[in-house]
């Protein structure tokens, strides 16, 4: 059975970081193309990032492009999202997703459950 | 960007009857080289994170009943629930994984 658990949400100053890990499980992690999405609370569904099955290309949307990174450890299943400059607009619950394919340009056939992150003074 | 546009943004339907939910993309998500449309659909339950129905516009993901089907071609897609069940109070969202960014609908909301 394919499972996601995020973790490393938390409350966070504007301006602040954070980092969000993804442990993966129940498939061939290295065979997969992985991302980050996020949904602010009583909103729809954002696509944050995606990251290929190597970790070699990358994407992200324009809200988070130059504050976040995305990247992989397939020795360790676990899946990163590093938040920088973090603002008040980033509140949101984060979901750690599994492509259906090796290459980006693929649907999501698996989310986590998601970690909450609240940027806050 | 492409936009994705949902109608309507929410319907009441009864048990047992048909649910039908459009998704027009501001720009078609057809590739013509493996004639495939990149569109997807999610539904998501409250407290849930998404859970994919429909890839490829009219694939059903193993063990999604089969009362749910996804059609359309280019720029205009259709959920349909065949047969409402209980359980199918939720939110649907379509999703297009043409292009970056990889947008969503803005989800229409489907009660009983």
């Known amino acids: 059975e394919v499972q996601l658990l995020e973790s490393g949400g938390g409350l966070v100053q504007p301006g602040g970081s954070r980092r969000l890990s993804c442990a993966a499980s129940?498939?061939?992690?290295?065979?997969?193309?992985m991302g980050w999405g996020r949904q602010a609370p009583g909103k729809g569904l954002e696509w944050i990032s995606d990251?290929?099955?190597?970790?070699?290309?990358?994407y992200y949307a324009d809200s988070v492009k130059g504050r976040f990174t995305i990247s992989r450890d397939n020795s360790k299943n676990t899946l990163y999202l590093q938040m920088n400059s973090l603002r008040d607009e980033d509140t949101a619950l984060y979901f750690c997703?599994?492509?259906?394919?090796?290459?980006?340009?693929?649907?999501?056939?698996?989310w986590g459950q998601g970690t909450l992150v609240t940027v806050s003074s | 960007d492409i936009v994705m546009t949902q109608s309507p943004d929410s319907l009441a339907v009864s048990l047992g009857e048909r649910a039908t939910i459009n998704c027009k993309s501001s720009?078609?998500?057809?590739?013509?080289?493996?004639?495939?449309?990149?569109l997807a659909w999610y539904r998501q339950k409250p407290g849930q994170p998404p859970k994919l129905l429909i890839y490829?516009?009219?694939t059903r993901e193993y063990g999604v009943p089969d009362r749910f089907s996804g059609s359309g071609s280019g720029t205009y897609f259709t959920l349909t629930i065949s047969s409402l069940q209980a359980e199918d109070v939720a939110v649907y969202y379509c999703?297009?994984?043409?292009?970056?960014?990889?947008?969503f609908g803005q989800g229409t909301k489907v009660e009983i």
């Open positions: 997703a599994k492509k259906g394919c090796s290459r980006t340009r693929c649907y999501t056939n698996c």
């Open positions: 129940g498939f061939a992690f290295n065979t997969y193309a």
């Open positions: 990251i290929s099955d190597s970790g070699d290309t990358t």
């Open positions: 720009q078609s998500v057809l590739d013509s080289s493996s004639n495939k449309n990149f």
């Open positions: 490829w516009a009219s």
């Open positions: 999703h297009q994984y043409y292009s970056t960014p990889h947008t």
